[in-house]
């Protein structure tokens, strides 16, 4: 039997490097104990040293009761770090055949009912669970580094995964004060990487264009866009965008670009998150976030 998501008390990590051992220092921060592997030379000594630099920032942010950097074990092998798992996560270098086999080799040790979640940047998790003989509890739980402060986690399966297991991880994430976001199906690369990358391509034939050069889009991003994108998504923006009018006014005034079902998600969107506010208040809100955002990023030097 699944134990329950929101009782979770041990976890392990494979892998110790950036994202990894900072997932290590986030469970550790709620309170979880946590096991961690990883074969590198120095693995061990890095993954204390990324808890110690993070912690500072995790206790800002709000310790519960029972947070214990202390409450981390390393083991020299898969086996002995999986043994009594809860919750595995998966954080080994973005190489295919990698993940495979180290999920395969977890898989084979855990009881089924465990679930196992790879921080995979790209990979599709029917091709990670490919050698596994429980392929079905093996999913995506993709992060955003810095992995202990960013709260996005975006939770994929395959056509193989039972909708209970991407139900179980979706709250246990969120249990645990991320913010899971589920994909319908499996992509490549799934949703917030591909945006970056939209915004990558773009950028790169800018600069080939001879418009612009990288301090300017740099520029361009954390000093207009990425300040309203802090707090607001593109569909608050376009609603907001809209003026007193609002996503109505603005549709009317600029058209569509996109398909009608687009249009529709869009704007139940924008139903769904401001609702019935007026828009004198969501630009209370607005403004009062640029403010706050403003006044308290500090310069790189």
Avoid at 144 to 170: I, K, M, N, Q, R
Wanted: aromatic content about 6%; some cysteine; proline content about 7%.
């Amino acid at each position: 039997m699944r134990p329950d998501p929101q009782q979770i008390r041990h976890v392990a990590c494979i892998g110790a490097g950036t994202i990894g051992a900072g997932w290590a220092a986030y469970f550790l921060s709620r309170g979880l104990s946590v096991a961690v592997t990883d074969p590198g030379p120095g693995a061990e000594a890095l993954l204390h040293r990324i808890i110690d630099e993070s912690w500072s920032s995790l206790e800002v942010l709000g310790l519960p009761p029972g947070a214990d950097r202390g409450k981390v074990e390393f083991f020299p092998t898969v086996a002995e770090a999986v043994r009594g798992a809860e919750f595995v996560q998966e954080s080994a270098p973005d190489r295919l055949e990698l993940k495979t086999a180290l999920l395969a080799e977890v898989d084979a040790i855990l009881p089924p009912d465990i679930v196992i979640a790879s921080s995979t940047s790209t990979f599709l998790p029917s091709a990670l669970g490919a050698q596994c003989k429980h392929p079905g509890r093996i999913i995506v739980g993709h992060p955003f580094a810095p992995a202990h402060l960013l709260p996005l986690v975006e939770v994929v399966g395959s056509e193989a995964t039972p909708p209970e297991v991407l139900d179980w991880a979706f709250a246990f994430y969120a249990a645990l004060g991320k913010r899971p976001l589920r994909l319908k199906k499996e992509i490549q690369s799934f949703i917030a990487n591909r945006l970056q990358y939209a915004i990558q391509d773009e950028a790169n034939r800018l600069i080939d264009a001879g418009i612009c050069d990288y301090a300017d889009i740099d520029t361009a991003m954390t000093e207009g866009i990425g300040l309203r994108w802090a707090f607001m998504g593109p569909a608050i923006c376009a609603h907001l965008g809209g003026g007193k009018g609002g996503l109505k006014h603005r549709l009317e005034h600029l058209g569509w670009r996109g398909s009608d079902a687009t249009k529709a998600s869009l704007t139940a969107a924008v139903e769904a998150l401001a609702g019935a506010a007026p828009m004198d208040d969501l630009e209370r809100w607005r403004d009062a976030n640029l403010v706050a955002q403003r006044r308290a990023l500090k310069p790189m030097k």
